[in-house]
């Protein structure tokens, strides 16, 4: 029985109307419920302080960034400890000086949502605030929680049926429903995705453990010992978890996490930002990892789709499968297939290990082939790839 591994980045889901960085980053920038007496969005006035720092001339900032930034100075926040144990820095940032502080107070101190309870607590009437109580002087987490339901009401657009189902979507769900049928064919399929929702399982006929039982709750003997079946693994959680890892909309309650400094982390749902290794060793998540490291050990052929290369932890596991000489497919796009574009692909590949010249460039196929045909780069996008090699012959 062969293990086909496929491992899915935001790239992967594109075709099916998914946003892109840019979009989720602009999208929490505009969001007005965080503002100032002024109306100024907090979340402008933090984009605007990351793009004067020396390091994004060069590096534009994302919604991560963002998120990053607002952990941070969450942290900042919170009472130290006796022991220092709380090692915050903004050394990534810049030193919050006294007009930054009193600029943020003015976020901090005016909000027209709040209401109050029977006990004059302060409630922020935010995106889900409804559902959680937690006091309104804990403002940067709930504005990071905030931003996390911004971002699942844009996964949400695209991760429901009536999208999937539409029409203009017929042909690349056959395709994709190929594709599986094909892996499937020969062998099992292992699908991790850093992605957070279930667009494949609700296209696919076919049944995936998703690592939780019926009642919504972490299976982890089936995800441990079930090393032969077909599953459908999310490496960075998904909006259909709740904050202490259970595939609920309940929100009440909450875990509490740290980085390995010691610094406190805001626990939500989905993991994305800068704090990624330290948030994957949390029992809701680094299961799947686990598995991701003994998928690839043992992989007859790995799939890489619309993956940046962004994650450590992931390139970890990749690289185990090329050490083992595995068959590698890599699905990604460039605008134009020329020198240039490989050597950008090269680039985030090397984070890895390095690629050497390829063997073949069959522009035909739309790829490039390295390391004597165990390497294959496909330079035109998941929609293209799926139809290459399984629209019907005209």
Request: glycine share 4%; charged share 25%; net charge positive.
């Amino acid at each position: 029985m062969l293990r086909n591994v496929i491992i899915t980045g935001a790239g992967a889901v594109l075709p099916w109307g998914a946003v892109g960085t840019k979009k989720i980053t602009d999208y929490l920038i505009k969001d007005k419920i965080f503002v100032n007496d002024r109306f100024l969005s907090i979340g402008s006035y933090l984009y605007n302080l990351l793009m004067q720092n020396a390091y994004y001339k060069t590096t534009q900032p994302n919604f991560e960034t963002l998120l990053n930034f607002v952990e941070t100075i969450y942290q900042s926040k919170l009472p130290k400890l006796s022991n220092d144990l709380s090692n915050f820095d903004f050394t990534d940032y810049f030193i919050l000086n006294d007009k930054i502080t009193k600029t943020l107070s003015s976020f901090e101190l005016y909000n027209p949502n709040i209401k109050k309870d029977i006990n004059s607590s302060g409630l922020l009437d935010t995106s889900f605030g409804k559902n959680r109580p937690i006091l309104n002087e804990r403002y940067y987490y709930e504005l990071y929680l905030h931003y996390i339901f911004k971002i699942i009401e844009k996964i949400k657009l695209y991760d429901n049926i009536k999208n999937i189902n539409q029409a203009k979507y017929k042909q690349i769900n056959s395709h994709f429903c190929k594709f599986l049928q094909k892996l499937k064919e020969n062998g099992i399929v292992r699908y991790y995705t850093v992605n957070y929702d279930y667009l494949p399982t609700k296209i696919s006929p076919f049944k995936f453990f998703d690592g939780y039982n019926s009642n919504g709750k972490l299976d982890t003997y089936k995800i441990v010992n079930s090393l032969d079946i077909d599953c459908y693994f999310h490496l960075h959680g998904s909006h259909e978890l709740n904050f202490i890892g259970e595939k609920s909309n309940n929100y009440r309650g909450t875990k509490c996490a740290f980085d390995f400094r010691r610094n406190e982390l805001i626990f939500s749902n989905i993991i994305t930002g800068y704090n990624k290794l330290d948030r994957i060793q949390s029992e809701s998540f680094r299961h799947f990892n686990n598995q991701l490291l003994f998928d690839c050990n043992k992989a007859d052929t790995l799939y890489i789709v619309g993956y940046s290369f962004g994650d450590t932890h992931i390139n970890n596991a990749i690289n185990v499968a090329m050490q083992k000489k595995t068959k590698i497919i890599v699905i990604d796009y460039f605008e134009n297939a020329d020198e240039d574009s490989i050597d950008l692909f090269k680039q985030k590949y090397y984070r890895i290990q390095p690629l050497p010249e390829y063997d073949i460039a069959d522009m035909e196929r739309n790829k490039f082939i390295f390391k004597k045909n165990r390497v294959e780069i496909y330079f035109k996008g998941f929609e293209s790839y799926l139809s290459n090699k399984f629209a019907s012959p005209v």
